[in-house]
């Protein structure tokens, strides 16, 4: 680690299987990326107990048995604790988002930055996308406590690219509302993009109420697939909108000045 660590001790709550909707995500739409030779994935604020750290190094040294998983946090007594858990491929150090002046290929920081105030993320966001190799992502996002609704943004060295929204395809789309990244939470009002999009979305999944009869999870892909007509720059496809996914471009949610 060169220099401080950057930020504040945040609540630290985790669970088990928590961040297993991004997990799975990152897995299914970065092939490539994760199969680079040595890769580095560091794991910003992993709190109390390093399990959703451990579960992700898991995942991708199955993909990639040369990945290295890099656990961060601020508070030197969690990372002393999570130490007894460290073994080949996966470590713990003290660091924040100047990532402990490590380079990586991916960062995964979630629900982290939504403890701090609106006005702190873009210089996070600068601190960790900086440290990013050629090609990297960071993922900032929010869930909820069993991980069943989240979102996060996916960004590069040159600023936030997509916007992805995993929903509860059992209850209304705007569900996810409560659980936006900082960067959007406090903008979910009318007038601003996002309100615009979580509004279409529950519009067209009313719209296409009859499409339950074939499950929870074609009632979704329809109403993606209404709002992508729409004209909304949704990026992926039907195999993701089953899941309860769908990722659009940022420049269509990104806050505008009020």
Known sequence: MTGRAVGAITRGTTAARRLRRVDRWLLATQPGLLRR????????GFGERPTT???????????????RVV???????RVAA????????VEFAVGGFELGGRR???VRAFNVLRQYDEADVAAAWQRMTAQLSTGGLLLDGTCDETGGLGSWITLEDAGPRTLTLAVDISSEPSAVAARLPKALIHHNVPGQPIHRLLTDLDHASLTRAPVRVFGHRQLFAA????IRAAGWPVVD???????????????AVMPRPR
């Open 53 to 67: 750290t451990l579960e992700l190094a898991h995942q991708l040294r199955q993909l990639n048995p040369t990945a």
């Open 104 to 106: 990586a290929d991916v």
């Open 223 to 226: 109403a993606v697939r209404d």
């Open 237 to 251: 496809g039907p195999t993701r909108w089953r899941r309860g996914e769908v990722t659009l471009a940022w420049r």
């Open 37 to 44: 030779r040595d890769l580095v994935v560091i794991d910003v």
């Open 82 to 89: 999570a130490q007894a858990f460290a073994r080949p491929g």
């Open 71 to 77: 656990g961060l946090d601020i508070s030197a007594e």
